[in-house]
């Protein structure tokens, strides 16, 4: 596979550029996540000895595919996602990074590799420890944070980028003024996480106490952070984020006035309503 000599070397020299948080690790063959667990066939009822043997032998096998073909779609999910970001401009090149989560297994962007040379080889996977348990490039620097998020919310998505309102915002504010009712979608006010170096256990401590009641948060002097209940959701939120802090620096930059805000009223009645938003069948 001549494309897959291409980007490995490339995805070494990077990493080696920008030294990842975690050695390198090779790792062979697959492990059951638990995703196999949920597929599990109820007994038939069929005769013991040889044959069960032989036949749970082959029903492991089929769940074993299963999972490995759940892991597939979710990780060209992932990686679409990835490419949306840089596409519509919340990222330049490799900056930020995105994850999902299945079971105890998340699946990850990989530290370094442009994401339009992901190919499905590339699967990347750690368990909620941040053991690599999948793939053999490096994951994203910023796993810290991606393993805070799902270790402490439900979340089975989560996108970081630095998209820049939302960057800029981040540098003259202590929280995003909320000044549209989307606030309420990210459950109130946005709060900006103090700085800390990236890839940081201090970055994701800081992060954890901005996401408090919240599905997203500001990183200063760095970017965004959004979780959901899918990645579509996730990557929503961040567009969301990225807008309102647009529209807040576009309205506070006129001189001589400044932007109305919404009260925590306003916003409380906007979180019921946004709760029945959308298609009712
Ligand atoms: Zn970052």
Redesign the pocket.
């Known amino acids: 596979m001549a494309f897959r000599t291409e980007i490995r070397p490339f995805g070494r020299i990077v990493s080696a550029r920008e030294p990842p948080d975690r050695p390198l690790r090779r790792r062979s063959g697959w492990q059951d996540h638990g995703m196999a667990e949920a597929l599990r066939n109820t007994d038939d009822g069929h005769q013991g000895g040889r044959q069960d043997a032989r036949q749970d032998g082959g029903q492991r096998d089929v769940r074993q595919g299963d999972a490995r073909q759940d892991q597939a779609r979710l990780w060209a999910e992932l990686v679409a996602t990835a490419r949306r970001t840089v596409a519509d401009g919340l990222v330049v090149g490799t900056?930020?990074?995105v994850s999902a989560r299945v079971g105890d297994l998340v699946l990850v962007t990989p530290s370094g590799v442009p994401y339009d040379r992901l190919t499905p080889d590339d699967i990347t996977g750690v368990d909620l420890t941040g053991r690599q348990v999948l793939g053999t490039l490096a994951p994203t620097s910023?796993l810290p944070m991606h393993l805070a998020v799902y270790r402490t919310t439900d979340a089975r998505a989560v996108v970081?980028t630095?998209a820049v309102h939302a960057t800029a915002v981040s540098t003259l504010v202590p929280e995003l003024p909320p000044v549209h009712y989307m606030t309420a979608a990210l459950g109130g006010p946005v709060r900006v996480a103090p700085y800390a170096a990236?890839g940081s256990g201090e970055l994701a401590e800081n992060m954890l106490r901005a996401l408090a009641g919240r599905s997203g948060c500001l990183l200063q002097n760095?970017?965004t952070i959004t979780y959901g209940a899918t990645l579509d959701q996730a990557y929503d939120r961040t567009a969301q984020l990225e807008w309102m802090c647009r529209l807040w620096l576009t309205a506070s930059s006129v001189p001589g006035l400044t932007p109305s805000l919404l009260t925590e009223a306003q916003l409380t009645e906007a979180g019921e309503r946004l709760k029945g938003y959308g298609q009712r069948r």
Do not use: L, M, P, Q
């Open positions: 900056s930020g990074n910023e970081h630095h990236y760095h970017g």
